[in-house]
């Protein structure tokens, strides 16, 4: 079946620093990409879509210039937290779609990474 | 605008009975609904989804989910309960934004299962 690569699993960073998140698709190509940030026993919030090739669509209230996402190839996704300050520090996770599943097919669904906890020092 | 409510954020079965997770939908449009697992510091795993064909919808590890219309509901169940069944779970819905399809998550039903 589809499978999402992201790394790092964990990264700890000093405040002021950027970290870069990594999301590959192993097998399919990604055509749409999703970036979500998961708080302590609370849902996934939608971050921003990424389609390949095209800037990310950002949800409101997410700052665009310190969450850079980067989507340039149909099979990586990166999000760059810039910057980075302790109230960063979370759990995000990437989720891909395969482009070539429309949705009434079987295989149709979006596949998630297994997240990356930041913590922010 | 498409949304799902996922009623309880906390249920406690005991081994081998029932579980039951309440999710109802909220959508203008016929919807595509999904539950997926997510066990703790990992990603979500799709157990099922709902795309307008069989109303019974048969998952992985034993999960089985119904969409009652009439109802607008889509809750997740099992017959027997297993110790490795304790998990995060979210139901979620399609929804179609600038053209493409996203998924919005309930807020998670935390299943725990008492030996």
């Known amino acids: 079946g589809a499978v999402v690569s992201q790394h790092p699993s964990r990264v700890i960073c000093k405040s002021g620093t950027s970290v870069k998140i990594e999301c590959r698709s192993l097998d399919f190509q990604a055509t749409t990409m999703f970036w979500y940030r998961q708080f302590p026993k609370q849902s996934l919030m939608l971050m921003a879509t990424?389609?390949?090739?095209?800037?990310?669509?950002?949800e409101q209230g997410v700052e665009k210039d310190k969450f850079l996402i980067n989507h340039a190839s149909l099979t990586l996704s990166t999000l760059t937290v810039t910057s980075a300050h302790p109230e960063d520090s979370s759990f995000y996770i990437c989720s891909a779609r395969d482009g070539g599943q429309g949705i009434l097919k079987p295989n149709y669904g979006y596949t998630f990474g297994s997240g990356t906890r930041l913590t922010v020092v | 605008a498409q949304s799902v409510t996922q009623l309880g954020s906390h249920v406690s079965v005991s081994e081998g009975a029932l579980v039951l997770l309440r999710c109802n939908y909220s959508?203008?449009?016929?919807?595509?609904l999904f539950w997926y697992v997510q066990y703790p510091n990992q990603g979500l795993q799709l157990l099922l989804k709902?795309?307008?064909?069989?109303?019974l919808v048969k998952g992985i590890n034993g999960f089985e989910a119904e969409f009652k219309k009439s109802e607008t509901s889509f809750h997740l169940t099992k017959p027997s309960a297993h110790m490795s069944d304790a998990a995060e779970y979210f139901c979620?819905?399609?929804?179609?934004?600038?053209?493409?399809?996203?998924?919005?998550f309930g807020k998670g039903t935390k299943l725990s299962v008492i030996p």
């Open positions: 709902y795309t307008s064909a069989a109303t």
């Open positions: 959508s203008s449009v016929p919807p595509y």
């Open positions: 990424s389609n390949e090739g095209s800037k990310a669509t950002y």
């Open positions: 979620a819905v399609t929804v179609t934004r600038s053209g493409s399809y996203q998924l919005t």
